[in-house]
């Protein structure tokens, strides 16, 4: 059983910046890929960007060249960087691995994104 723990978010002003964390514990984290995932009120969850066990990267087209996903294996760890954050970042955040079936969802950091 693999369990996140996603820690990081708060209230930022639009440009501004945040670094989201996500502790992995249960498995064998460097063996599979990781992806950050957030749900805006009233949509469903998507997918922000992922890394692959390796560090391939992939983002979605509104966070290209803004947010940067990294991982340390060593700490079970998976990070994304989020600058010149907008107001339609605002959403909570989630971690996961990045595959066709999910481990159970943790409970995701707020990203407030407000003038």
């Known amino acids: 059983q693999v369990q996140f723990v996603e820690s990081g978010g708060g209230l930022v002003q639009p440009g501004g910046s945040l670094r989201l964390s996500c502790a992995a514990s249960?498995?064998?984290?460097?063996?599979?890929?990781m992806g950050w995932y957030r749900q805006a009120p009233g949509k469903q969850r998507e997918l922000v960007a992922a890394i692959s066990s390796i560090g391939s990267t992939i983002y979605t087209d509104s966070v290209k060249g803004r947010f940067t996903i990294s991982r340390d294996n060593a700490k079970n760890t998976v990070y994304l960087q989020m600058n010149s954050l907008k107001l339609e970042d605002t959403a909570v955040y989630y971690c996961?691995?990045?595959?066709?079936?999910?481990?159970?969802w943790g409970q995701g950091t707020q990203v407030t994104v407000s003038s």
């Open positions: 249960g498995s064998i984290f460097s063996d599979y890929a």
């Open positions: 996961n691995r990045y595959a066709s079936d999910f481990y159970s």
